[in-house]
């Protein structure tokens, strides 16, 4: 069956640190992968997107990369901050219908 | 801008009793999809339109549960005869492009769904 994990243990680090999520899937082939944030109580906020034949992708602090071969990607925040607190899903495109891993939760401490 | 509302954003019912989610997508988005997001746990696919052509809906548990998008904008996901386990938090998202398009998806608020 199709499956998509990130570490369900939440993620502490201190401010300033880089936090690096993983992500893994099996039996799929996206064609991208996109990863968002949740807040408590709030849906989903898009934050990037990155292509199969895309290795990495930017966005200010944010830094995502994509490797089909070994079925991961990894979401890296450089210069963390408290407000960057929150839990971060990632999800797959497979025949037009979006599956969601479970998140990890992401703690910035002061 | 607005983004993507969703009404009521809390349902308490009986089990037994049939109950109407609305979403209403931004302004000019071509796809809607509907999601059940359980605690602790990412959106679970149930359907998705494309304008209002209903593409896919292997996600939805049993056929209880039926959803429509008449004009291709405001959607309904209905639950007939609800039942305890049908309790959750029930997402809509739209997106500005068709589905397949490497599409982003904008989240509403969701409904937090009882049954009792």
């Known amino acids: 069956s199709q499956k998509i994990e990130q570490n369900s243990e939440a993620l502490n680090i201190q401010e300033g640190k880089t936090a690096t999520l993983t992500c893994n899937y099996t039996?799929?082939?996206?064609?991208?992968l996109q990863w968002y944030r949740q807040d408590p109580g709030r849906g989903p906020v898009f934050l990037l997107l990155i292509r199969e034949n895309e290795k990495e992708k930017r966005k200010e602090r944010l830094k995502v990369t994509f490797d089909t071969t070994l079925k991961q990607s990894l979401f890296h925040i450089t210069a963390s901050q408290p407000a960057d607190s929150a839990t971060y899903l990632c999800a797959l495109e497979n025949f037009n219908k979006f599956y969601f891993g479970s998140g990890t939760k992401l703690n910035v401490k002061p | 801008g607005a983004g993507v509302s969703q009404s009521p954003r809390y349902k308490v019912t009986k089990r037994g009793q049939d109950v109407a989610l609305r979403c209403d997508p931004i302004s000019g988005h071509v796809s809607l999809y509907w999601y059940r997001q359980a605690l602790g746990q990412g959106p679970e696919f149930l359907t998705y339109?494309?304008?209002?052509?209903?593409?896919?809906k292997s996600g939805l548990p049993n056929d209880r549960f039926s959803a429509e998008r008449p004009e291709g904008s405001i959607s309904t996901l209905t639950i007939q005869r609800t039942e305890q386990r049908d309790s959750a938090m029930y997402r809509c998202?739209?997106?500005?492009?068709?589905?397949?398009?490497?599409?982003?998806?904008?989240f509403g608020p969701g409904t937090r769904l009882t049954v009792l």
């Open positions: 339109f494309n304008y209002e052509a209903q593409q896919d």
């Open positions: 998202a739209s997106s500005p492009r068709p589905p397949g398009s490497y599409n982003e998806q904008f």
């Open positions: 039996n799929y082939s996206p064609a991208y």
